[in-house]
């Protein structure tokens, strides 16, 4: 069972950044697709970023630009990079690994709320 564990969520000023990881417990980190989700309430959960082993990044658009994944395969984690947050951003960030369609681990998510 693959444990995924992020951290680095908080609050933050609109206009600010955060960075938040996702630490994999596996063996199999460096070939499954990583990604970030995000869900706020009332609201399905989003797709917000994912990154194939071998580096390539998707977004959706609504981060395109200010956002960044990437993934240290030595480490066993994933990042996200959120620059010029707003409130719309808030949500809990969920961490997923994807060994397959339908094959799914998550994270027991990380509250980021954006507001002044």
């Known amino acids: 069972q693959v444990r995924l564990v992020e951290s680095g969520g908080g609050l933050v000023q609109p206009g600010g950044s955060l960075r938040l990881s996702c630490a994999h417990s596996g063996s199999s980190f460096s070939i499954v697709v990583m990604g970030w989700y995000r869900q706020a309430p009332g609201k399905q959960r989003d797709l917000v970023a994912t990154i194939t082993p071998g580096g390539s990044a998707k977004y959706a658009d609504f981060v395109k630009g200010r956002f960044t994944i990437s993934r240290d395969n030595t480490k066993n984690t994933v990042y996200l990079q959120m620059n010029n947050l707003n409130p719309e951003d808030t949500a809990v960030y969920y961490c997923?690994?994807?060994?397959?369609?339908?094959?799914?681990?998550w994270g027991q998510g990380t509250q980021v709320t954006v507001s002044s």
């Open positions: 997923n690994a994807r060994a397959a369609p339908g094959f799914d681990d």
